[in-house]
C-alpha cells in the first residue's frame, strides 16, 4: 500500500496537477491548495512524492493526491487536465513535456513555469499544438517563499488556454495593493517568458546596482552596520523601498563568526552565477537595435566577476595602478559624508528609473520584432510587478500609473522629469567621486549614460563619427534641417587619407 495508489474515487478528480516538487514546486502546491484546488503532484523520486502527499495528507486529505508514474498523474487529473512543470529549465523540461503529450489526451493544457527562453516557448506551443494539445509558457517569480506566499506569474500563448487556467493562477498569485492579482495575460506565443526574461533583466541591473552602492559605502569607509543604518533610512523615505533593497540591507549587516570583520560579506566569494536570462535579453534587445546598457552592464558585471583567476593575475601586475583612489577623492568622501550619502541615494534612484526605462523599451522592441502582442497589455503587466516578485518595491506604482494614463510614453524617464530634475546632479557628483576614487560601477554609470544620452537632441560624437565612416567608406551621412534628419543621404568631398 502507497500513498500513491490510484483508488477509483481519485480518479478525474484533480483540478490541476503540478509537476516537481522541490523547493518552488512544493510551496506552490501548498499554496494551490490552501486555495482550496484539488491538486495532483508527480515528481521523478518517487520517494518525494510519497513524503509530500504522507506529511500533507492531514492537512488537506484527498484534495491532495500523487503519482508514481505519469500514467497515473493522467489518471488523477480533470479533463481537460491542466498541468504545471516546476522542474528545472532546458533538457529536463522538454523531456518531462515529451512525457507528459505521452499520456495526455486532445486539448489538455500543460503549462510550463520554467525561466526559458521566450523563442523556446514559441516552439514549444506550436510543437504541442500540432498533435491537439494546448501549451503556455508562464513565468513565475517571487523564489521559494514567493511561491509559499504568493508569486507573480507571467503567462503567455493562447487566450483561450489562459481563461481555462486563470482561475487558479490568480488565486495563487499576490495581490497589489489595490487587490489586483499579480498576474495577466502577457501577450501570445512566448510572451510570458519574454516578459519574465526582461524582469531578470532588471533584477540582474538592479541587484547589481545595488550592489555598486553597497562598495561605494564602503570604499567611503562605511562598515556593515552604517551601511545597513543608512540604506535603512533610504528605505524610510519610501521611494526606493523595495524587496531588493530590503535583502541589500540584510546581506550588507548579515553577521558571521568565522569572518574577522564579522560580516558574512566579507567571506563571500564575489563570482556572481547566473543561469541565462539576463544574457538572453540583452542578446535579443541588441538583435532588435535595442539600447540596454544598464541590463548590458549587469551581465558583463557578471562575466567580469567570473573571471577571477585572471582578475588576480592582472592585479598582481597593474592592479596598484588601476585601483590607484585620487588622495582628495578619498578624503572629500570621509569629510562630506552626508552630502556622499545624499548623492548615492539620488544616483540610486535615477540608475533604477533608467534600469526599468531600457526594460520596458526592449519589451516594446521585441515586440514590434517578434510580433508577441504585449506592447498593449504593458500597462497591466508592469501592474503585476507590483507584488509577490522580485521586482516589487514602491517605485512600481508610479511606474504603472504613468503606463496606464499614456501607454504611448516615449520612455519611462519622461514620467520622472521632476525626480531627474532634483536628483542630476547628485547623479553626475556620485559617478565623478567614484570615478575618481577608484571603484568601479558598470551599472550606475551605464545608466547615466543611457540617461544622458537618450535625452540629447544632438549627440555630438555621434556626428563626429557619422562623418568619420564617409571619410573612408563612402557610407554616407544624414543632414540635420528643421530638427529632423534629412531622408536622403550625402557624402562630402575628402582629402585623400590613406590608412
Ligand atoms: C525570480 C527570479 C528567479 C531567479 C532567476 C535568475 O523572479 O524569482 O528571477 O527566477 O533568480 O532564475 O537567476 P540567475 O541569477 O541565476 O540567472
Known amino acids: 500500500m502507497s500513498v500513491l495508489d490510484v483508488k477509483d474515487e481519485y480518479v478525474g478528480q484533480a483540478d490541476v496537477g503540478v509537476v516537481g516538487l522541490a523547493t518552488m514546486g512544493a510551496n506552490l502546491c501548498l499554496n494551490i491548495l490552501d486555495k482550496g484546488f484539488k491538486l495532483a503532484v508527480y515528481n521523478r523520486t518517487t520517494a518525494t512524492s510519497e513524503k509530500f502527499v504522507s506529511d500533507n495528507r492531514a492537512k488537506y486529505g484527498d484534495k491532495l493526491t500523487g503519482a508514481a508514474n505519469f500514467a497515473d498523474f493522467a489518471k488523477l487529473l480533470k479533463k481537460p487536465r491542466r498541468a504545471m512543470i516546476l522542474v528545472v529549465a532546458g533538457p529536463i523540461t522538454d523531456g518531462v513535456i515529451q512525457s507528459l503529450s505521452d499520456v495526455f489526451e486532445k486539448d489538455d493544457i500543460i503549462v510550463d513555469t520554467g525561466n526559458a527562453h521566450f523563442k523556446d516557448q514559441t516552439d514549444r506551443a506550436n510543437m504541442l499544438e500540432a498533435k491537439g494539445l494546448r501549451f503556455l509558457g508562464m513565468g513565475v517569480s517571487g523564489g521559494a517563499e514567493g511561491a509559499r506566499k504568493g508569486p507573480a506569474f ?5 487566450l483561450s488556454i489562459w481563461d481555462e487556467v486563470k482561475e487558479i493562477v490568480e488565486a495563487a498569485s499576490a495581490k497589489a495593493i ?15 517568458s519574454c516578459v519574465k526574461m526582461y524582469h531578470n533583466a532588471g533584477e540582474y541591473a ?5 550592489g555598486e552602492v553597497y562598495a561605494a559605502m564602503r570604499g567611503a569607509g562605511m562598515d556593515g552596520d552604517q551601511i545597513q543604518k543608512e540604506l535603512t533610512r533610504w528605505k524610510s523615505l519610501g521611494d526606493l523601498d523595495s ?5 541589500t540591507i540584510e546581506v550588507a549587516g548579515h553577521k558571521n563568526a568565522e569572518s574577522p ?3 558574512l560579506v566579507d567571506v563571500t566569494g564575489d563570482a556572481i552565477g547566473s543561469k541565462g536570462t539576463g544574457l538572453w535579453s540583452v542578446q535579443v534587445a541588441m538583435e532588435v537595435g535595442c539600447p540596454c546598457p544598464s541590463l548590458a552592464a ?4 557578471r562575466q567580469m566577476s567570473m573571471e577571477h583567476i585572471q582578475r588576480r593575475l592582472n592585479h598582481a601586475i597593474i592592479g596598484g595602478e588601476t585601483s590607484k583612489a585620487s588622495e582628495h577623492a578619498r578624503k572629500a568622501e570621509a569629510a562630506f559624508h552626508e552630502e556622499f550619502c545624499r548623492d548615492l541615494y539620488w544616483a540610486a534612484y535615477l540608475a533604477i528609473v533608467a534600469s526599468y526605462a531600457q526594460m520596458f523599451e526592449a519589451i516594446r522592441a521585441v515586440d514590434r520584432e517578434y510580433k508577441l502582442n504585449i506592447v498593449g497589455n504593458l500597462p497591466r503587466i508592469i501592474s503585476t510587478f507590483r507584488a509577490g516578485c522580485i521586482l516589487q518595491g514602491s517605485m512600481l506604482q508610479p511606474m504603472t500609473e504613468a503606463f496606464e494614463k499614456n501607454p504611448n510614453i516615449p520612455n519611462l524617464m519622461c514620467a520622472f522629469g521632476k525626480q531627474i530634475g532634483e536628483g542630476m546632479p547628485g547623479f553626475r557628483a556620485t559617478c565623478g567621486r567614484l570615478v575618481l576614487s577608484g571603484e568601479s560601477m558598470p551599472v550606475l554609470q551605464a545608466s547615466l549614460c543611457y540617461m544622458v544620452t537618450m535625452s540629447q537632441n544632438i549627440i555630438l560624437a555621434g556626428q563626429a563619427v557619422s562623418l568619420q565612416r564617409d571619410v573612408f567608406g563612402r557610407h554616407g551621412f544624414k543632414k540635420i534641417r528643421d530638427g529632423q534628419l534629412t531622408e536622403e543621404s550625402y557624402n562630402e568631398e575628402w582629402p585623400e ?3
Open 206 to 210: 538592479i541587484l547589481q546596482l545595488w
Open 154 to 158: 507571467f503567462p503567455g500563448g493562447t
Open 261 to 263: 570583520s564579522g560580516f
Open 497 to 499: 587619407m590613406a590608412p
Open 243 to 247: 524587496y531588493m533593497l530590503d535583502i
Open 298 to 301: 549587469a551581465v558583463v558585471s
Open 178 to 192: 489595490d487587490g489586483r492579482p499579480c498576474v495577466t495575460m502577457c501577450g501570445s506565443g512566448g510572451a510570458g
